[in-house]
């Protein structure tokens, strides 16, 4: 599986952006698609999860503010964060999990990675 991200960039607070991720080279769709993101000082953190049925989860710190969703027919899967706040500065990356052992919360239980799209919120 090949993963892919965009729309990341620089917006001031109480600002939205879309990020997208573009899946390809896959035998078969993977079971969990998600979206964690990264700081320099802070461990990899789940932002969102989407099963192939479509049942969303989010961490704690964007719920009510980021929504993920998905679009089979393209092989893409959407975060649209709205309200942002400078906290939500980070590497965004998205990740596809073809199995269910282990947390769905933990990143190391994701076996694909994309490369990052940066997010910079300025207040």
């Known amino acids: 599986v090949q993963l892919v991200e965009s729309g990341g960039g620089s917006v001031q607070a109480g600002g939205s952006l879309r990020l997208t991720c573009t899946a390809s080279a896959y035998s078969r769709s993977p079971l969990y698609m998600a979206w964690f993101r990264q700081s320099p000082e802070k461990e990899r953190e789940e932002v969102a999860i989407?099963?192939?049925?479509?049942?969303?989860l989010y961490g704690d710190s964007v719920k009510d503010r980021f929504t993920i969703s998905q679009d089979y027919a393209k092989n893409m899967v959407y975060l649209q964060m709205n309200s942002l706040k400078p906290e939500d500065t980070a590497m965004y990356y998205c990740?596809?999990?073809?199995?269910?052992?282990?947390?769905?919360?933990?990143?190391?239980?994701?076996?694909?990675w994309g490369q990052g799209t940066q997010v910079t919120v300025s207040s």
């Open positions: 990740a596809a999990k073809d199995n269910y052992a282990g947390s769905l919360y933990d990143p190391t239980t994701y076996a694909y």
């Open positions: 989407i099963s192939a049925e479509g049942t969303t």
